[in-house]
């Protein structure tokens, strides 16, 4: 299985703030990347998917990068409602393996 | 609107089964695969496996195969999460997901979830 790893696992930031998260393949998933956000009780909401197209209805503020093995998800200014836990997911293989989750809290 | 629904919440006792199931609408359903996601109580999304309505292919995860079976009926428009003998440990929620393509691996949208409690 390719196995998919987050950093950081958590993360305080404020209001405005600049956020990066990054998300690492132990192998090659050329594009085949998405990126879900979660809030607690509610299903996880996809924002980016083959590692940088923007999902419909999602601000312009999220922007996804990489290919090969190294991703980031980035947060341009950090609104109220962006607090959550996100998630990466490959696409490459059909185990669909998701990182651990980067959990997003306000500083 | 496309959209999955998913069963109401469960509550069961180890060595019971459970049928849990998640119904697609506002699209063509036998086209789209509909995958399982498992998230334990305070803990990260698991991939469980996928199924092809049109002819029931199933993928599963290593770590699920043989725990759990995915079925589908394409004339209810279901798909279909099961267990024969309940453990206290498959207590989670459970999400359902249609899958758009392989080009975009793109999965959307998702069902609201299915909490299923394990307790004696």
């Known amino acids: 299985d390719i196995q998919m790893t987050q950093s950081p696992s958590s993360l305080s930031a404020s209001v405005g703030d600049r956020v990066t998260i990054t998300c690492r393949a132990s192998?090659?998933?050329?594009?085949?990347l998405n990126w879900y956000q979660q809030k607690p009780g509610k299903a996880p909401k996809v924002l980016i998917y083959?590692?940088?197209s923007l999902h419909s209805g999602v601000p312009s503020r999220f922007t996804g990068s990489g290919s090969g093995t190294d991703f980031t998800l980035t947060i341009s200014s950090l609104q109220p409602e962006d607090f959550a836990t996100y998630y990466c997911?490959?696409?490459?293989?059909?185990?669909?393996?998701f990182g651990q989750g980067t959990n997003l809290d306000i500083k | 609107e496309v959209q999955l629904v998913q069963s109401g919440a469960e509550v069961k006792k180890p060595g019971e089964s459970l049928k849990i199931s998640c119904k697609g609408s506002?699209?063509?359903?036998?086209?789209?695969?509909i995958g399982w996601v498992r998230q334990m109580p305070g803990k990260g999304l698991e991939w469980m496996g996928i199924?092809?309505?049109?002819?029931?292919?199933?993928k599963y995860s290593p770590s699920f195969q043989g725990q759990v079976s995915i079925s589908v009926d394409k004339s209810f428009s279901t798909a279909y999460l099961q267990w024969t003998s309940l453990k206290a440990s498959d207590t989670a929620m459970y999400y359902c997901?249609?899958?758009?393509?392989?080009?975009?691996?793109?999965?959307?949208?998702w069902g609201q979830g299915t909490l299923v409690t394990v307790s004696s």
């Open positions: 997911q490959q696409t490459f293989t059909t185990s669909y393996t």
């Open positions: 083959a590692a940088s």
């Open positions: 192998q090659s998933i050329n594009s085949y």
């Open positions: 997901a249609r899958y758009a393509d392989s080009k975009s691996g793109l999965f959307d949208p």
């Open positions: 506002g699209y063509s359903f036998i086209n789209y695969w």
């Open positions: 199924i092809h309505p049109a002819n029931s292919e199933t």
